[in-house]
């Protein structure tokens, strides 16, 4: 019970910090350098993103094990994961706008962002070729949900000041934007020994 | 007629590799231009995979185009991505298994590329089948073109030696450097740092251009 618990903690600190989606693994990159312009926005875009996550992850998981595996039909798992996160998307876009429309209308151009994004893709691929089980992919999904969170606030609080900075002609913009991810990315390389899985 | 119509392709084709680049103009699709590009060999594999990903999937939906209702397009389209994604995935597979083993994740990502989705959507399923095809053979050129030179300097640099497919299952490995290279450029920070110089060099290149452009002879 205990190792249970030590391992769904290392799983989140793992996603989070060491395996960062943004910065090691390099997944939403079009969706980091597009919303983190302003810190309120990458806020919304943070919060809509775990929860969408979890979901998909859980709902990807049980469709995974209970349909794909007895069937033997894996190899079709891409379509099936975008199937099931195009859906979700479309679901929870209705669902939003009648029961909170206050909340539709903050989050809801996310949402639509989010159906293109390759991270909500590569939560359910990673989680099932490692062979997580339920608990464990749920965590996985959280941990790389904070990640993407931290990544984006960092990102974003950097990006806020830059609008100030005297940046050469040629490097405006994007391509400052990469410099400074890189900057990141080495500083993050530091937690590259913190745990081993 | 014949000439005017083989212009118009070569533009096409012409403009996803300079005007409309996917990843150093439009800033998409950038995930793998970072994540696959420690070494020439791979870059050079997933430009392909995704040239051929875009032009299947351009001659599909423009050969569907007339029979897919406006309302489910997107749905259909992204069917359309991922039966191609997945095909090339299983050939990656069988063909090039050492490769697929580091790029795998990254190619079965191509579905999620906006770049794809959107040229169906503003291209292909308004266009017939041959300037369908010409467009996504121009970007997806533009896309190999782009992670060739990005992976050509991180190899180059990051390695100090470049390694060339020869075939499906050789390759050529040259070194130039001897010496310690910089180690960061194949590390994570610096894909980032290439991509971002090289973008920056590109503005520069354009602006240059067009500046040329305005105060030309006339």
């Known amino acids: ?197 | 007629m014949s000439t005017s119509s083989n212009t118009n392709l070569g533009e096409l084709i012409l403009n996803g590799i300079v005007k409309e680049n996917t990843i150093f103009k439009l800033a998409l699709s950038l995930c793998p231009s970072i994540a696959v590009t420690n070494s020439l060999k791979n870059g050079i594999y997933m430009g392909f995979a995704v040239l051929f990903v875009q032009v299947m999937v351009n001659i599909t939906i423009s050969l569907m185009r007339n029979i897919i209702q406006a309302k489910v397009r997107l749905p259909i389209f992204m069917l359309v991505i991922s039966g191609w994604v997945t095909v090339t995935q299983l050939l990656m597979a069988a063909f090039v298994p050492d490769v697929y083993a580091k790029v795998g994740l990254y190619i079965a990502l191509i579905v999620a590329f906006a770049s794809i989705l959107a040229r169906a959507e503003m291209f292909a399923s308004k266009n017939s089948i041959l300037p369908s095809m010409a467009d996504g053979l121009g970007m997806g050129i533009g896309f190999l073109f782009a992670l060739t030179t990005i992976s050509f300097f991180r190899e180059l640099i990051g390695k100090g030696s470049l390694t060339v497919p020869t075939g499906l299952a050789t390759q050529h490995v040259f070194t130039f450097i001897n010496t310690k290279p910089l180690l960061i450029m194949i590390l994570p920070a610096g894909g980032f740092l290439a991509v971002g110089v090289l973008m920056a060099l590109f503005n520069w290149i354009n602006a240059r251009y067009a500046a040329k452009a305005a105060h030309g002879p006339h």
């Open chain 1, 1 to 197: 019970m205990n190792s249970e618990f030590t391992k769904l903690l290392e799983i989140i600190i793992s996603a989070s910090l060491i395996n960062n989606f943004v910065f090691t693994r390099f997944l939403g990159l079009c969706i980091f350098f597009g919303v983190s312009k302003k810190m309120e926005t990458a806020v919304g875009m943070s919060i809509t993103f775990t929860a969408v996550m979890m979901i998909s992850a859980a709902i990807s998981w049980v469709i995974y094990n209970a349909v794909l595996v007895p069937l033997e039909i894996t190899f079709l798992e891409i379509i099936v994961f975008i199937g099931i996160i195009a859906g979700l998307v479309q679901v929870s876009d209705t669902i939003m706008r009648k029961v909170s429309p206050g909340l539709y209308y903050k989050l809801g151009i996310y949402l639509a962002l989010i159906s293109t994004n390759c991270i909500i893709l590569a939560v359910p691929l990673i989680s099932v070729g490692e062979k997580y089980s339920f608990i464990q992919t749920l965590a996985f999904a959280l941990g790389s949900g904070l990640g993407f969170a931290l990544a984006l606030i960092i990102m974003a609080s950097i990006r806020e000041k830059l609008e100030l900075a005297d940046v050469p002609a040629p490097f405006k913009g994007l391509p400052m934007a990469f410099i400074i991810t890189s900057l990141i990315a080495l500083a993050f390389t530091g937690f590259s020994g913190l745990i081993t899985l």
